[in-house]
C-alpha cells in the first residue's frame, strides 16, 4: 500500500478510500485490504493499512470494537463515525471539484494536441 502520494491522485488518496469502504458496511482490516484493490491499490501492505485505520480511529473518524468470529479467533471490527461521513462527505466534493478541473484540463491538452497534428500534417511533418 502506497505511503506516499501517487502521480494522478489526490493526496492522501488512500485514507477517503478506507472512509468510503466503511460507509458501505463495518469490517475487518482483513476485508478492507481485499477490497481496497477496487481503487487501484496492488501494493497489498496490511501494515500500512492498519497504520492508517488508528490514525483515523485517533481522528475520531472511525470506531473499532473486537468482535468474536466463527471462523478463528476475535476479528477488530471498524466502523465509520458520524464524524468520518461528514469528512468523507468533504473530501468526495472536493475530488468532485477537482475531477472538473483536471476534465477541463484535459480537453483543452486534446484539442492542443489535435491542431498541432494538423499543423504538422499540414506543414509535411
Avoid: N
Wanted: aromatic content about 8%.
Amino acid at each position: 500500500m502506497p505511503h506516499h502520494d501517487t502521480p494522478g491522485l489526490p493526496r492522501d488518496f488512500l485514507s477517503p478510500c478506507v472512509l468510503l469502504l466503511l460507509r458501505e458496511r463495518p469490517t475487518y482490516g482483513y476485508d478492507l485490504l481485499e477490497r481496497i484493490a477496487e481503487f487501484g491499490f496492488d501494493d497489498t501492505d496490511p501494515g500500512g493499512l492498519y497504520r492508517i485505520l488508528r490514525k483515523l480511529e485517533t481522528q475520531g473518524l472511525v470506531h473499532s470494537a473486537w468482535q468474536e468470529s466463527s471462523q478463528g479467533p476475535q476479528r477488530r471490527t471498524y466502523e465509520l463515525t458520524a464524524h468520518g461521513v461528514e469528512i468523507l462527505t468533504e473530501r468526495a466534493r472536493e475530488f468532485a471539484a477537482g475531477e472538473r478541473r483536471v476534465d477541463a484540463f484535459l480537453s483543452r491538452y486534446v484539442e492542443v494536441a489535435r491542431s498541432a497534428r494538423t499543423a504538422s500534417t499540414v506543414a509535411g511533418i
